[in-house]
Structure formats: C-alpha cells, structure tokens
T-cell receptor, first 112, second 113 residues
Framework: GQNIDQPTEMTATEGAIVQINCTYQTSGFNGLFWYQQHAGEAPTFLSYNVLDGLEEKGRFSSFLSRSKGYSYLLLKELQMKDSASYLCAVRTPGGATNKLIFGTGTLLAVQP | EAGVAQSPRYKIIEKRQSVAFWCNPISGHATLYWYQQILGQGPKLLIQFQNNGVVDDSQLPKDRFSAERLKGVDSTLKIQPAKLEDSAVYLC???????????FGPGTRLTVL
C-alpha cells in the first residue's frame, strides 16, 4: 500500500525555525516534493528531492533519507505569510509517466 | 506566462444533479491531471492525460465521473449524478512532461447539498 504521514498541525513563532516531518511507505520511489497551499488557493511548488541530502532554497530547505523513508521541510526566519498547509508528495513509478501521492498536509500557524 | 485556468471557481448543486468543470493547462504542457481534494486532506489523483490519451484513471469512480481531453489541450471533468461525498475542491494541474513539476490551477470548489 501507499502511506504518507505528516503531523496534522503545528504552531510556531514569527522569526523562529520550524521543521515539518514526512515519512513514507510506497511501492517504488522516484522523488519527493513539498508544496505550500494557502487556504482556498492552489498548491505551489516549494522543493524537490530525489537523492539523499539537503536542498536549500532561500528560507526553505528540504532533506531526504531514502533508506529511512523520511523527509523534512525546514522553514527559517518564519513570517506571518508562511501560515499555510504544507503538503508532502511522493512520486511513484507507474505506467508511461509517474504519479504523485500526497500526504494529508501539515497546517502551520505562525504567531506573532 | 499564464498559469492553469479553471472554471467555475465555485459550484453548488443538489445531489443527483450533474456538473462539469473546465481546465485550460499551461501552453505546451502535454500532461494534464485532475485531483480531488476533500477538506483536510491532500489532493488525490483522479485521472492523468498525456496529450489526449488517458495514462492513469485507476482512482476515477467511473460509474459517475468522466473526463476528456479531446484535442490534447483543454479538459473537462464531469460528475453525473453527484453525491454528497463529492463535495470537494477539484484541482487541475499540468506539467511539460510526465516527470516534470506540476503546476496547479486555482481549483473549483464543489458543494453538493
């Protein structure tokens, strides 16, 4: 079966650092994506990992360990606008193209 | 560059009625996806097109849902007849190739009463 786990909710303070974890068990793996989704809006791409290690992109970093089926998204210098849902998605091989399986998302609330 | 367009943005219908959603992907994107996102959950893939052919529709409830992409550009998703549990946001996404980053449209929020 396919299973992607994330915490349901997190709260953090403006200016702080927060780490959102994601664990996965899927039949095959061909990359992991993180998306940000503000309430009532479409998901927007944040990061992509296919090899083990850390990918840094401004205030956002994402880490992957394929052997552990584990990833995290690190957000630094939190801003109020970072309040959103963060979706972890695994790309699994299948057919002519690959398929994205999403977790349920982590709702992050940034407080002043 | 224009993003993925969807219409309508909101739709309210009664159960057993029919509804259709429209999606126009980013120009040049061969792969188009329809997702269903129920409140509090992540998007679930309903159907994936590569040009005008179906690549994956394993999670599409085919007794009531149908989708087409006749000319390999625009796509429509239809529900007939709708059930209460179909209340969700229907997201359309596209990618240049099947392995590429997916770009999402704003979604259509469907409420079935």
């Amino acid at each position: 079966g396919q299973n992607i786990d994330q915490p349901t909710e997190m709260t953090a303070t403006e200016g702080a650092i927060v780490q959102i974890n994601c664990t996965y068990q899927t039949s095959g793996f061909n990359g992991l994506f993180w998306y940000q989704q503000h309430a009532g809006e479409a998901p927007t791409f944040l990061s992509y990992n296919v090899l083990d290690g850390l990918e840094e992109k401004g205030r956002f970093s994402s880490f992957l360990s394929r052997s552990k089926g584990y990833s995290y998204l690190l957000l630094k210098e939190l801003q109020m606008k970072d309040s959103a849902s963060y979706l972890c998605a695994v790309r699994t091989p299948g057919g002519a193209t690959n398929k994205l399986i999403f977790g349920t998302g982590t709702l992050l609330a940034v407080q002043p | 560059e224009a993003g993925v367009a969807q219409s309508p943005r909101y739709k309210i219908i009664e159960k057993r009625q029919s509804v259709a959603f429209w999606c126009n992907p980013i120009s040049g994107h061969a792969t188009l996806y329809w997702y269903q996102q129920i409140l509090g959950q992540g998007p679930k893939l309903l159907i994936q097109f590569q040009n005008n052919g179906v690549v994956d529709d394993s999670q599409l409830p085919k007794d009531r849902f149908s989708a087409e992409r006749l000319k390999g550009v625009d796509s429509t998703l239809k529900i007939q007849p709708a059930k209460l549990e179909d209340s969700a946001v229907y997201l359309c996404a596209s990618s240049f190739q099947g392995l590429g980053e997916q770009f999402f449209g704003p979604g259509t929020r469907l409420t079935v009463l």
